[in-house]
């Protein structure tokens, strides 16, 4: 293989393909509302939150249709473009708390947990987007 060839491999799979997956990464992060955690806990004891997976630093899941309207103010909900057709992905980042399984048990919730990936962390170079950060949102009770 030629020198040039070789370097190009190397570089592409030390640089390239890392800020691929990143941004990717990034991607999907940036989709979600980021709620508190207070406020997730509110959902879970409505029932209104599913397909929820619980990872070491983080919760990811939807926030039911039906109710999505009567959570967050109009203009925010037109802010983000919420069709009204589908769940809402939210996130909110973990904190200590054993309850959490039984409570998520307790009110018939659904959730699975997740492997930690140190590549794809929060705590990384690039940090963790989010529409809702610069900017929060309350939800309505």
Not at 80 to 83: L, V
Not at 103 to 106: A, G, Q, R, S
């Given at each position: 293989m030629e020198k040039k060839?070789?370097?190009?491999?190397i570089l592409y799979f030390i640089v390239v393909l890392p800020l691929v997956i990143s941004a990717i990464y990034l991607l999907e992060i940036s989709q979600a509302e980021n709620i508190s955690y207070s406020q997730f806990k509110s959902l879970v004891k409505q029932r209104l939150v599913t397909n929820l997976v619980v990872g070491e630093k983080q919760v990811r899941g939807e926030i039911k249709t039906e109710s999505v309207k009567n959570l967050f103010p109009p203009e925010h909900l037109k802010e983000?473009?919420?069709?009204g057709k589908s769940n809402l992905r939210f996130m909110v980042f973990r904190v200590d708390d054993p309850a959490l399984a039984g409570?998520?048990?307790?009110a018939g919730i659904r959730f699975s947990g997740e492997a930690t990936n140190p590549w794809a962390s929060c705590d990384s170079f690039f940090g963790c987007p989010s529409r809702s950060l610069s900017r929060p949102v309350g939800l309505r009770f």
């Open positions: 060839t070789r370097n190009f491999i983000i473009a919420y069709d409570e998520l048990e307790e």
